[in-house]
């Protein structure tokens, strides 16, 4: 067994990415396009090849008809974090892992002229493809900014906002992602993620396999970690959800150690 190094997680991730973002081609990625978040670990959150790593929006219950398909064809997210945020006029928001642009292109919407929303991502072809959206959308209350989201290129206490979809679990280090998310936000600021998390844990011979860690399947962790590494970076309110049976709290379970079941979450908290 091979045991992944940080350096190699990222630089798979952002092989996979760029590759998605410069062969993108609308006709690929067909509105009916089956998504990307099935019940098992064999069920890739973005798919394994070009031709089915697009998403599609048939995850989002807002309106994003009014976006050109070259934004909401690229969306490879597995939720509507949008929904979650509940946004609000001249609000400043961040997006983790902003790919394409699809989230911060709605969510400029609801911030509008007096607000602004930062896309931040690794990968040097997605943020040209955003920010070639952005021109097409108009969005000037956007902007796009290359950074990992363990060391975010943001100033501290100044976001109101915090989006991801389907960002952290690709993260190796996901305690860095939460302490900077902390660092970032405004005092009473919020976080609004929707994440691949599970209930088990994958094996290390698993999490070895570098495509399904870069196609958001074992770089998955359980929610009582997820859980406890927010709670360590200082987070309260700390709410996470199966999108499938969004009235069961699970934030509060406790770990389980059998195999894991992956799923797509709805994740909430505050910086008190």
Known sequence: MTT?????????????YGRLASEFKVELSPANQSGCCG??????????????GYCGTEFYDVDVSNLPADV???SLGCGDPITIAE????????DLGSGGGIDCFLAAQRVGPTG???GVDMTEAMLAKANRNKEKVGADNVEFRY???????????SVDVILSNCVINLSPDKTA?????????KPGGRVAVSDMVTQGSFTPEERAD????AGCITGAEDVADYTAWMLAAGFSQISIRDKAHPDVELASVPRDEGSARIFSARITAVKP
């Not at 019940?39 to 089915?52: E, I, N, R």
């Open 4 to 16: 992944l190094t940080p350096e190699q997680i990222h630089e798979e991730v952002k092989a996979r």
């Open 177 to 185: 992602v939460f302490r900077e998310a902390f660092r970032v936000l």
């Open 39 to 52: 019940d098992s670990v064999s069920d890739g959150c973005c798919g394994d090849t070009v031709s089915d």
């Open 210 to 213: 570098m495509s399904r860690w």
């Open 72 to 74: 909401t064809g690229m």
């Open 116 to 118: 602004h929303v930062i």
């Open 87 to 94: 946004l609000q006029p001249g609000q400043t928001v961040l």
């Open 147 to 157: 950074g990992h989201i363990e060391a975010l290129p943001v100033a501290t206490d």
